[in-house]
C-alpha cells in the first residue's frame, strides 16, 4: 500500500511562514501526481496546490497563490508546501494526496486515489 505522512504543521502568528512535507512510500513516487488539500472544521476540503509527476506544471488556488509554493523531490519522494505570509483564514488540517492517472484532475478531491493523515496548521491573529 502507499502510505502519505505529512510533517510541519504548528501553530504561528499572522505573516509567518511554515513548510510543509510529505513523504511517499513506495518506488513509484514519480510516476504520481501530488497535490495538497486543506480542511477546516465545518467546512468542505479545499484544493490548495498541485504539481505534475516531473514538476513541470504547478497549480494554485487564488488563495494560495503568490503566498504558497509547492514542490517535489522525486529523489526522496517528498513533496513541500512552502507557505509564506500566512493569514488566519489559513488555519486547517492540511493533507497531501497522490493521484496515479496520467490525465491529472488536479482539483477535483475525488480524482486522487491517497490521502495522508493530515497536519494541522492553526494562524493566529
Known amino acids: 500500500q502507499v502510505q502519505l505522512v505529512e510533517s510541519g504543521g504548528g501553530l504561528v502568528q499572522a505573516g509567518e511562514s511554515l513548510r510543509l512535507s510529505c513523504v511517499v512510500s513506495g518506488r513509484a513516487f514519480s510516476s504520481y501526481s501530488m497535490g495538497w488539500w486543506r480542511q477546516a472544521p465545518g467546512k468542505q476540503r479545499e484544493f490548495v496546490a498541485a504539481i505534475t509527476r516531473a514538476g513541470g506544471n504547478v497549480y494554485y488556488s487564488n488563495s494560495a497563490k503568490g503566498r504558497f509554493t509547492i514542490s517535489r523531490d522525486n529523489a526522496k519522494n517528498t513533496v513541500s508546501l512552502r507557505m509564506n505570509s500566512l493569514k488566519p483564514e489559513d488555519t486547517a488540517k492540511y493533507y497531501c494526496?497522490?493521484?496515479?492517472?496520467?490525465?491529472?484532475?488536479?482539483?477535483?478531491?475525488?480524482?486522487?486515489?491517497?490521502w495522508g493523515q493530515g497536519t494541522q496548521v492553526t494562524v493566529s491573529s
Open positions: 494526496a497522490a493521484e496515479t492517472s496520467l490525465l491529472f484532475r488536479w482539483d477535483d478531491s475525488s480524482a486522487y486515489d491517497y
